[in-house]
């Protein structure tokens, strides 16, 4: 089973950011589209607001799951 990872801040999420997870969401069984809480960065919605936008934006792909995270990617991506 591949399984993918598309990490982006979603500030809000875009049109280009939904061809994209639509596009990298065929090439995979499983995409795991992570929203990283980015504690340093100041943002326009909370972490809560953009994993439900973007959840309202991606509800027709099938095998996605969208998941926030907090510190760095790569330890993301470990656990």
């Known amino acids: 089973m591949r399984s993918y990872v598309y990490a982006l801040s979603a500030d809000p999420i875009t049109f280009g950011h939904i061809d994209i997870i639509k ?5 995979c069984d499983k995409l795991i589209v992570a929203i990283g809480s980015g504690s340093h960065k100041i943002h326009t919605f909370s972490v809560e607001e953009r994993v439900k936008m973007s959840s309202f934006a991606l509800r027709e792909i099938r095998n996605i799951k969208i ?6 990617l790569v330890d993301f991506c470990y656990a």
Do not use: P, Q
């Open 67 to 72: 998941i926030s995270f907090d510190g760095l």
């Open 23 to 27: 596009r990298a969401s065929k090439l």
